[in-house]
């Protein structure tokens, strides 16, 4: 019953690339605290709101929302590869949940994720089954997709179900602000690459070496200014996060796809924070904990984390 949520900016490229050594050690700062704070939390159940860089997910069957009854992370970008800890029954009743709410999800007993699932675990615990998990995969990637006040649906009938569960629970929401990764789109990927975003086939050596050379070069032209991709748009990251601190969520109802776009194709992950701000308002006002943002083209990211929990009521007089 007692909640704690921490929604991070993912980047593949945190181990890879190097900002400013001051950047740095905020950025490590910033994460050492989110780990303090769930430590202690010390949650009995994880509830993570996370996208899919067609690592899990392809367009043989791509699901607008998919909630995980077993699940394992593939290990891209070097991040942990594994089972996670899904305790199905908790996963079958946030589906149920869901569906009752009139948000169609689907469930998977065989969900392959990716590093926007490991990375967050690895930062908070350590390692990716630490703790029983349900992962809920919302798509950010592959069009079309659904007008983001899904999401917020999503996460409000979830957070109503987990109200009523006995587990301390942290909610996470994992995905970039602002931000365009070089991630492969159906539309203009070269023929092999595109088939592959339908298949699911795994990459070839080759491949997998290319994407993530790509990704290092892709962020060095961007932090020097020198990228064809969109910007990082901080005042965009800025009002985000003042409207998620604020418990406004509704008001991020009235952004089109296209508005959220404009801020590169990796802000649609501001859904996975839509979800789980959603998921703790659904169990009563919040408060900001703590936030940190700072725009890092080295890690091609509007990069924030920030941690809340229910508002501690006035004690009225
Ligand atoms: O190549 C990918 O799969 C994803 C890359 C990426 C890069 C930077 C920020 C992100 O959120 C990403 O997913
Ligand atoms: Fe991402």
Not at 36 to 50: I, N, S
Not at 218 to 242: K, M, V, Y
Not at 299 to 316: E, K, N, W
Request: proline letters at 9%.
């Amino acid at each position: 019953m007692p909640f704690a949520l921490c929604c991070m900016s993912h980047s593949p490229l945190l181990d890879l690339n190097q900002p400013s050594p001051d950047l740095q050690a905020e950025v490590t700062d910033a994460l050492k605290r989110a780990r303090t704070f769930v430590d202690e939390f010390a949650p009995e159940l994880v509830v993570t709101f996370t996208p899919d860089h067609y690592n899990g997910f392809f367009y043989r069957l791509m699901p607008p929302f998919c909630i995980g009854a077993a699940a394992r992370t593939v290990g891209d970008y070097g991040t942990a590869a594994g089972p996670l800890d899904v305790p199905r029954d908790i996963a079958a009743g946030c589906a149920e949940a869901a569906l009752a709410a009139e948000v169609d999800v689907s469930v998977s007993y065989d969900m392959e994720l990716d590093h926007a699932t490991a990375q967050p675990l690895q930062i908070l615990f350590g390692t990716l089954d630490a703790c029983p998990v349900v992962p809920i995969f919302i798509n950010a990637a592959a069009p079309p997709l659904g007008p983001v006040t899904r999401a917020r649906r999503l996460g409000e009938a979830v957070g109503r179900f987990l109200a009523g569960r006995p587990e301390r629970i942290l909610l996470i929401g994992s995905g970039g602000l602002s931000h365009d990764p070089p991630v492969p789109a159906l539309g203009t990927a070269p023929a092999p690459l595109a088939e592959r975003l339908v298949s699911g086939r795994e990459l070839t050596a080759d491949e997998e070496r290319r994407k993530v050379t790509g990704a290092i070069a892709e962020a060095a032209a961007l932090a020097a200014r020198s990228s064809s991709r969109i910007d990082l748009c901080p005042d965009w990251d800025r009002a985000f996060l003042g409207i998620v601190g604020s418990g406004g969520l509704d008001t991020i109802d009235g952004w089109s796809n296209e508005d959220i776009a404009r801020h590169g194709s990796g802000a649609q992950e501001i859904r996975t924070w839509v979800a789980a701000y959603s998921a703790l308002a659904a169990t009563g006002p919040y408060e900001i904990t703590d936030r940190y943002y700072h725009p890092i083209p080295e890690y091609i990211a509007g990069f924030a984390v920030t941690t809340a929990l229910p508002a501690t009521r006035s004690t009225g007089s």
